[in-house]
Nanobody, 115 residues
Framework: QVQLVESGGGLVQAGESLRLSCVASGMIISIYHMGWYRQAPGKQRELVASSTSRGNTNIADSVKGRFTISRDSAKNTVYLQMNSLKPEDTARYYC?????????WGQGTQVTVSS
């Protein structure tokens, strides 16, 4: 059974950093398209960053230059490094794995940025 477990969220002040982790089980992340999404209250879930199985990455314009996505295949883990956090980054962040049209979501981790 494929499972994704996120961690690393928390309450920080504007300008600080956080690193989110997504540990995968029941799958090998190196053959999956992995992504981080976020959803703020009253808003739609949006893509923050993604990483293809070939190593190509895509970062949303709203976080470009501040967030980076990376993988550690040995740990079967995907990371989202978030720097220079802003109050508008406050949301629940979800890890996503996709392959051949199927996808799996984690339960999410809350990030709250105070001004």
């Amino acid at each position: 059974q494929v499972q994704l477990v996120e961690s690393g969220g928390g309450l920080v002040q504007a300008g600080e950093s956080l690193r989110l982790s997504c540990v995968a089980s029941g799958m090998i992340i190196s053959i999956y398209h992995m992504g981080w999404y976020r959803q703020a209250p009253g808003k739609q879930r949006e893509l923050v960053a993604s990483s293809t199985s070939r190593g190509n990455t895509n970062i949303a314009d709203s976080v470009k230059g501040r967030f980076t996505i990376s993988r550690d295949s040995a740990k079967n883990t995907v990371y989202l490094q978030m720097n220079s956090l802003k109050p508008e980054d406050t949301a629940r962040y979800y890890c996503n794995a996709q392959r051949y049209g199927s996808q799996t979501w984690g339960q999410g981790t809350q990030v709250t940025v105070s001004s």
